[in-house]
C-alpha cells in the first residue's frame, strides 16, 4: 500500500514539475512581453507630455472607463499619451472623434484629466 502512495505521490510531483519547466520555456515571450511593457512604462515616466494644461485637443475615443465617484469617462490617447475625458454626453461610443480641453495632470505627468467640449 505504501508503495502505490509513494508511486502516485512521485507521479504528480513528476506531472506538475514538467508543466512548470514546460511553461518556464515556452513562456519566455510573456516574460519578454512584460519586460517590454515595463521598458516603455520606464520611458514615458521620463518625456514630456504632448499637451499642456488648457490646451484644446481633438482625438478619437480609445475606450471607457469608471472614475472611482462612478462616474463614466472617455479614454483618449495622444501620441501614446492617456487623457481621460470627464463630462462625457450619454450618446459617446467608442471610435467617435471628439474635442476636449486638458485640465491638469497625474502626479507623474503619465496620464491627464480633460474636460468634453463637443463632438466633432
Known amino acids: 500500500m505504501l508503495g502505490a502512495t509513494s508511486l502516485v505521490l512521485g507521479l504528480i510531483?513528476?506531472?506538475?514539475?514538467?508543466?512548470?519547466?514546460?511553461?518556464?520555456f515556452r513562456g519566455g515571450d510573456e516574460r519578454g512581453d512584460r519586460r517590454e511593457s515595463y521598458e516603455r512604462h520606464q520611458e514615458a515616466q521620463g518625456r514630456e507630455p504632448?499637451?499642456?494644461?488648457g490646451d484644446s485637443v481633438?482625438?478619437?475615443?480609445?475606450?471607457?472607463?469608471?472614475h472611482h465617484t462612478g462616474e463614466r469617462q472617455a479614454v483618449c490617447k495622444i501620441e501614446g499619451f492617456v487623457v481621460f475625458v470627464e463630462d462625457i454626453p450619454a450618446g459617446?461610443?467608442?471610435?467617435?472623434?471628439?474635442?476636449?480641453?486638458i485640465l491638469s495632470f497625474n502626479r507623474g505627468h503619465t496620464s491627464a484629466t480633460g474636460t468634453y467640449d463637443g463632438r466633432v
Open 13 to 24: 510531483v513528476f506531472v506538475v514539475f514538467t508543466s512548470w519547466l514546460v511553461r518556464r
Open 50 to 53: 504632448p499637451v499642456g494644461i
Open 58 to 66: 481633438t482625438a478619437g475615443v480609445h475606450e471607457f472607463t469608471e
Open 92 to 101: 459617446l461610443e467608442v471610435g467617435d472623434a471628439i474635442e476636449f480641453t
